[in-house]
């Protein structure tokens, strides 16, 4: 069986299908009850963990370099003098968090895969051709984009200064237009660094962490969250407080209350100082020629003004538009100004 791919790296399809060829031989030969022992760095042998566990650990951290005869599960067909092999392994890698997110985002991978046993190894160039085809595309293009550095001797990996750069996008609440006009900076002032060509193409690549999320409406008063067996529920079962805003009609927001309307005369002026036309002589003056309208202090008063009229075209002036601005007097006039 070919042992070359222990030495690949972790985001290669040749690793992938010969870590199934371990597993399916180890859990065939090595497995009591249904554990094996891991040959990660961190369980070193040691501990028996079961296949799904194994397969997770082995796409975290390298498989041992060393380990090319598995004695420690169940291969026997050795060299005579190989009960003296020491079973070794490599230090603990670094942890690279965004190879970390790449396999939580990825988890179901191995659920969806075709075991690649030892009566499979004819068509490996069909299955790996399988394994780029599909939704595990994605998942070796992520993996390549966290191994890759953003350039030579860079701290970040492409894929990791990505993330970064829309962390600081979302944390302080930057457009996607200053986000792309950052990238293209970026991009013309350093052009030996591996970035995408656009934004969009930025958002294609993050999109594939399905780092999605879901709205969960709350309890105006902080009470409860309307999840699982509230999903469906119209208020609040602590305070009863509906769940729903209330909508109110746009068309009624600044219509004038009666009480308003009757400002002009509930509202006595008590200094004698002049402070809205019904103070004035000719407010007065209308009162005692029109007493019946006078009468009712809901009645509408309007006043008309305009900056500048040519209703003949007596002005030398050809302007045909004039600004018209009608006031109506009922009301306080700090409302009038305000709305």
């Known amino acids: 069986m070919d042992r070359s791919w222990i030495g690949m790296p972790r985001n290669t399809p040749e690793y992938f299908l010969g870590l199934n060829q371990f597993l399916d031989f180890a859990f065939t030969n090595g497995v009591i009850g249904d554990k094996i022992k891991c040959p990660c760095p961190i369980c070193g042998f040691k501990k028996w963990q079961t296949k799904e566990v194994v397969f997770h650990h082995l796409m975290n951290k ?90 030579e001797g860079s701290k970040y990996s492409k894929l990791e200064f990505l993330l970064k750069f829309y962390h600081i996008k979302c944390l302080s609440g930057l457009s996607d237009k200053g986000m792309a006009m950052l990238l293209d900076l970026v991009r013309d002032a350093f052009k030996f660094t591996k970035i995408p060509i656009s934004f969009y193409e930025d958002k294609k690549t ?23 067996d509230d999903v469906n529920a119209e208020s609040c079962k602590y305070c009863h407080t509906s ?3 209330l909508e109110k ?9 009666t009480k308003h309307m009757r400002w002009h005369v509930a509202d006595h002026n008590k200094n004698g100082i002049l402070r809205h036309p019904r103070d004035g002589e000719a407010w007065k003056k209308l009162n005692t020629n029109y007493p019946e309208f006078a009468s009712d202090p809901q009645n509408v008063r309007l006043g008309l003004a305009s900056d500048g009229f040519n209703p003949f075209g007596a002005m030398s002036t050809n302007y045909s538009i004039w600004p018209v601005v009608l006031f109506p007097y009922n009301l306080p006039p700090w409302l009038c100004m305000k709305q």
């Open 206 to 228: 993050i999109n594939k962490l399905c780092l999605d999320y879901i709205k969960i409406d709350t309890c105006p008063n902080d009470c409860m969250l309307y999840w699982e």
């Open 62 to 151: 390298d498989f041992p370099k060393h380990y090319v005869t598995w004695v420690v599960h169940g291969e026997i067909d050795v060299l005579p003098n190989s009960r003296n092999i020491e079973v070794t392994q490599d230090a603990q890698p670094f942890e690279n968090p965004i190879e970390l997110l790449i396999n939580e985002a990825f988890e179901g991978l191995k659920h969806e895969t075709v075991d690649a046993g030892s009566s499979q190894v004819a068509g490996e160039e069909e299955i790996l051709h399988d394994l780029s085809g599909s939704n595990n595309k994605d998942y070796f293009e992520l993996l390549k984009d966290g191994s890759e550095d953003l350039y």
């Open 243 to 245: 769940r729903w805003k």
């Open 249 to 257: 009609d746009s068309n009624l927001d600044y219509a004038p209350s």
